[in-house]
């Protein structure tokens, strides 16, 4: 099983500041790296996959890098409804596909 | 509208058993991959198991897997003819409380992350 290991746990950041969460994985992935943004009581939401591919309708303020084991997703400027908890997910080596613990972004 | 939209959640005795489903609108669930995901209280996500589509391989086509916390006591299934894609859990213990999320795959063919999720079900798991 990959495991998927993300930090900080929290990220305190001030709005319009730029926001750099990492995803760590027990083993190679390559780019089969998906990341989910999650509001308090709703689904999550996808924002990208493939590592670095934005999903539709995904603001350009919202990058993804990264190859291997090491990725980092990046928010350049902070925006009121980018405060939530994002996971990384791996879909390289599966069943099982394997969440990140999350990082939570919140307002400093 | 395209959604997933989950049903059945609620609060079961230790061992017993739930059925949960998720209906489907804008897509038919036989095409694509379909998983359930679910997220205990406070904690992260799970994925919990997944149906291929039936336009898979000729010999792969509807096959299933689970993750090893709940294989041997949920089975996963589809009914075409509803387009809903269903959980059955038995033997439930209360680690399985949770709010438990239908997701579709975002390819047919299944690449392994989702791009279209239900609002979820509450399952609680208590005496």
């Known amino acids: 099983e990959v495991v998927m290991t993300q930090s900080p746990a929290t990220l305190s950041v001030s709005p319009g500041e730029r926001a750099t969460l990492s995803c760590r994985a027990s083993?190679?992935?390559?780019?089969?790296l998906a990341w989910y943004q999650q509001k308090p009581g709703q689904a999550p939401r996808l924002l990208i996959f493939g590592a670095s591919t934005r999903a539709t309708g995904i603001p350009a303020r919202f990058s993804g890098s990264g190859s291997g084991t090491e990725f980092t997703l990046t928010i350049s400027s902070l925006q009121s409804e980018d405060f939530a908890v994002y996971y990384c997910?791996?879909?390289?080596?599966?069943?099982?596909?394997?969440f990140g613990g999350g990082t939570k972004v919140e307002i400093k | 509208e395209v959604q997933l939209v989950e049903s059945g959640g609620g609060l079961i005795q230790p061992g017993g058993s739930l059925r949960l489903s998720c209906a489907a609108s804008g897509f038919a669930v036989s095409s694509n991959y379909m998983s359930w995901v679910r997220q205990a209280p406070g904690k992260g996500l799970e994925w919990v198991s997944i149906i291929y589509s039936d336009g898979s391989d000729l010999y792969i086509g509807g096959s299933t897997h689970y993750a090893d916390s709940v294989k041997g006591r949920f089975t996963i299934s589809r009914d075409n003819s509803k387009n809903t894609v269903n959980l059955q859990m038995n033997s439930l213990r209360a680690d399985d409380t949770a709010v438990y999320y239908c997701a579709r795959d975002r390819h047919p063919l299944g690449d392994g992350y989702f791009d279209l999720w239900g609002r979820g079900t509450l399952v609680t798991v208590s005496s």
């Open positions: 997910q791996q879909y390289h080596n599966w069943p099982p596909l394997t």
């Open positions: 083993q190679n992935v390559n780019t089969y």
